[in-house]
DNA sequence: ATGACTACTCCCAGTAGA
């Protein structure tokens, strides 16, 4: 059996949980990173989770963001938190670390801020909690190792992943600085598998509660699949579950999933 | 468009999301 990574924005795992059970039965994803949990772990519906075989890790916080993994392989060791800020309180990146009959797969959960409104405190934030990324993606593609950083990176890398490029210009999303932050993530050798395998797709991950964005198709690209050198070649798909945006009381975003050769 | 929608919170108008 293929081996298949996912990650989905929940956007409030309790108002989720249903939907969260239906799509983990439907994909059969082995490995799931969850952002936007917006709950601490103690109120993380961890039983329902583990009644369908997964493994459960959670880096929560009250009230907003807040990130879990999801293994149906046992954790060899987790990790939460991301270096490089020792005053920084949010609940924003997890690590896992999982064994394949292949050898290791590491994984890491994460949820980029989102930077608006720009200028501003949260956009210098963003900035900042980029390159505290890019430092500790170094450290992990020095390794040789195969690697998965997976989330809700909150940048949409290029015009073609976003339904009308000009309206995005000053959005903190999609301004050069941030493109160029996550261009210089990518550069480090990192593949955007999502991109990887559907070259000339329009295809987006989120579509917005505003303006029937859904229903319109007004989406954008901005979850997304890296993977290590070491680990491209075993990539044999990747996919958006986007018919999960279309479900009662969905998400904005919809579920981004790959998939491995067997382990 | 200080907008719309959805979710959260010291229960309810304010903050955050993208």
């Given amino acids: 059996m293929p ?3 996912a990650t989905w924005n929940v956007n409030s795992v309790r108002q989720r949980i249903d ?3 239906t799509w983990l039965k439907e994909c059969q994803p082995d490995i799931v990173c969850l952002q936007e949990i917006k709950c601490v772990d103690e109120a993380f519906p961890r039983l329902e989770i583990e009644a369908l075989g997964y493994n459960v890790v959670t880096h929560g916080q009250k009230t907003f963001n807040g990130v879990a993994l999801l293994s149906k392989l046992r954790f060899d060791e987790t990790k939460s938190g991301l270096a490089g800020d020792d005053e920084d309180a949010h609940a924003r990146f997890l690590e896992g670390m999982v064994t394949l009959k292949s050898g290791v797969l590491r994984i890491a959960c994460l949820y980029l801020p ?9 956009f210098d934030y963003k900035l900042a909690w ?3 990324l890019i430092n500790r993606a170094a450290e992990l593609i020095a390794g040789n190792l195969p690697v998965v950083l997976a989330g809700d990176f909150n940048v949409i890398p290029t015009e073609r992943d976003v339904y009308k490029p000009e309206r995005w210009l000053d959005d903190a999303l999609f301004v050069p600085e941030v493109r160029h932050a996550f261009e210089r993530l990518l550069a480090q050798g990192w593949t955007d598998t999502l991109r990887q395998h559907h070259p000339d797709e329009t295809i ?4 917005d509660y505003f303006r029937n964005a859904w229903a319109r198709d007004a989406g954008l690209r901005i979850d997304h699949l890296l993977v290590s050198p070491v680990l491209l070649e075993r990539v044999r798909d990747a996919q958006v579950d986007s018919f999960v945006r279309g479900w009662e009381k969905a998400s904005d975003h919809a579920p981004v999933w790959l998939e491995l050769d067997p382990a």
């Fill in 3 to 5: 081996i298949r990574v």
């Fill in 19 to 21: 939907l969260l059970l």
């Fill in 114 to 122: 989102n930077g608006n409104p720009r200028p501003g405190p949260k």
């Fill in 130 to 132: 980029m390159e505290r």
């Fill in 204 to 207: 987006y991950t989120f579509w």
